[in-house]
């Protein structure tokens, strides 16, 4: 099983700052990487898939990278409703696997 | 617009069962692999299972915590997935999410969320 690592486990940003979020996997998983944004209480939205497309509606501010073992989620210019959990997934590999999670949470 | 109303969730003994429903809207539910995907309190998600379409025989994939415990089913004249659940245990509690997703040969990733169903497996 492809384990994927969060870091930070939680991240302090003011609104307007830009914020960075990484992901690890345990192996390569190519470009196959998706992020999913969550806010309390309600289901997880897709932001990213192939690591860096972003899905239908997503604002421009949020941009993804990476390849292979190594990814990030971006986030430009924190604006207030983007304070939430953004959790990363793979699906190079069977099972497919979320990452632990990484909070944004306001400065 | 695509809908997906999980139901059914509930307060079970262990090794008790339970059985969550997802009805679904705004897309051709006969063609898609759906999948559950379940967040314990406070936790991250996990991806639970998936069922193809009838068209591919409907066959079922499941996580390794489930296995031989869950099944997953669908009714395509209702529109609806279904997640049977059977020898619950505590580290079962969770919400459970119903899901559409994008599959690029037997992976990919999940584009629309229901609202989920609380699941508490407690004596």
């Known amino acids: 099983e492809i384990v994927m690592t969060q870091s930070p486990a939680t991240l302090s940003v003011s609104p307007g700052e830009r914020a960075t979020l990484s992901c690890r996997a345990s192996?390569?998983?190519?470009?196959?990487l998706a992020w999913y944004q969550q806010k309390p209480g309600q289901a997880p939205r897709l932001l990213i898939y192939g690591a860096s497309t972003r899905a239908t509606g997503i604002p421009a501010r949020f941009s993804g990278s990476g390849s292979v073992t190594e990814f990030t989620l971006t986030i430009s210019s924190l604006q207030s409703e983007d304070f939430a959990f953004y959790y990363c997934q793979q699906y190079n590999y069977w099972p497919l696997t979320f990452g632990g999670g990484t909070k944004v949470e306001i400065k | 617009e695509v809908q997906l109303v999980e139901s059914g969730g509930d307060l079970v003994k262990p090794g008790g069962s339970l059985r969550l429903s997802c009805v679904t809207s705004g897309f051709t539910f006969s063609n898609a692999w759906m999948s559950w995907v379940r967040q314990a309190p406070g936790k991250g998600l996990e991806w639970v299972g998936r069922i193809k379409s009838e068209l591919e025989g409907g066959p079922t994939d499941y996580a390794g915590p489930v296995r031989g415990r869950f099944t997953i089913s669908r009714d395509d004249s209702k529109n609806t997935l279904y997640l049977q659940m059977n020898s619950l245990k505590t580290e079962d509690t969770a919400d459970y999410y119903c899901?559409?997703?994008?599959?690029?040969?037997?992976?990919?990733?999940?584009?629309?969320w229901g609202q989920g169903t609380l699941v508490t497996v407690s004596s």
């Open positions: 192996q390569t998983v190519s470009s196959y």
């Open positions: 899901t559409t997703g994008i599959w690029y040969g037997d992976l990919g990733y999940f584009d629309y």
